[in-house]
């Protein structure tokens, strides 16, 4: 049953400036200093610079307008105007979008982008605009996902059968079941108290988040599988979107681009101390052999429906 908006929600997502050609709020999970909500920042500091005073952005990050799946809720119904949040969160809609669950289905960072930045890519966000109702701007690199768990993990067959969060999404589930994990759903907003209270075993995450959202805290073995790319973007009600005036909507995609822009760099120089720093800070990394993980994944089985996209991605050079 989906969740009500309450008062205080409807409240701060009816508050506008009356004076802006066009005004509107961007929800977020991440913390008020996490890269997520830098990059909401970067955006509109670019959409600003583009349309001037005709242009008001009201960023509500840290979950403040509800969990993911509520704000996706709210993007869907028209009440909040866009989300920055990963594209698989979107994957209940529309099947496409369960791409970023498919494990190593990327080979590298510029192969994450000339997926995204090109035909392949257009095609699945304009279905996803067109039979979902959502529009995604600006795809982001968040990172490669990694594995954080309460034992070491040096070889696959160390995962088998740890009960590791998923989300919600059928291809995160069928990857980490591929993987030789028992995939266990629990939302992103109570992942902490499910390692503290030994729901779960681990989760996956890119290091990003596991650094902002602490998980290291409550766990302490990172292996570093790369196994999925996360893919963020501005993720818009597609009616809403498609009212806008022309120049405004390419000065949304340009600021959004800018803002991927930023968030790659971010992340390709940031790697290297986000690691030192979870080690610092108690976190045991491992290194296991990927060849094995890759060779369980691709015994997955995918929905049907997902299966051509996979294969249209993989075949992007």
């Not at 669950?101 to 279905?127: C, K, M, N, T």
């Amino acid at each position: 049953m989906k969740k009500l908006i309450t008062a205080a929600v409807l409240g701060m997502l009816m508050a506008g400036t009356a004076h802006a050609d066009i005004s509107f709020r961007i929800g977020g999970a991440g913390s008020e200093s996490s890269p997520d909500t830098k990059a909401m920042e970067v955006f509109t500091e670019k959409l600003k610079e583009r349309l001037g005073d005709g242009v008001e952005v009201e960023l509500y990050p840290n979950s403040h307008l509800g969990t993911v799946d509520e704000m996706v809720e709210q993007v869907k119904g028209g009440v909040l105007e866009c989300m920055y949040e990963s594209v698989g969160v979107l994957g209940s809609f529309h099947p496409a979008a369960n791409i970023e669950g498919v494990a190593y289905v990327y080979h590298d960072v510029d192969h994450f982008f000339r997926i995204w930045r090109g035909p392949v890519g257009q095609e699945i966000l304009d279905s996803i605009a067109n039979e979902a109702g959502f529009r995604v701007v600006g795809p982001a690199f968040h990172g490669f996902r990694q594995m954080l768990t309460n034992k070491p993990i040096e070889k696959a067959e160390d995962l088998d059968g740890m009960k590791i969060r998923a989300p919600g999404i059928p291809a995160y589930i069928e990857s980490i079941r591929a993987m030789g994990a028992s995939p266990t759903t629990v939302a992103f907003e109570e992942v902490y108290a499910a390692l503290q209270s030994h729901v779960v075993d681990g989760v996956e995450q890119p290091l990003t988040a596991i650094k902002d959202k602490r998980f290291h805290e409550v766990v302490e073995h990172l292996a570093l599988t790369n196994h999925m790319a996360e893919t963020m973007g501005f993720m818009c009600n597609a009616e809403w979107y498609a009212g806008l005036d022309d120049a405004i909507r390419a000065a949304i995609e340009a600021a959004a681009v800018d803002s991927a822009d930023w968030y790659r760099a971010y992340t390709e120089e940031s790697q290297a101390k986000l690691l030192a720093d979870l080690e610092a800070e108690g976190a045991k990394v491992t290194r296991p052999d990927t060849k094995a993980f890759i060779e369980r994944v691709s015994a997955a089985n995918y929905d049907p429906a997902l299966q051509p996209i996979i294969e249209k991605v993989r075949a992007v050079e």
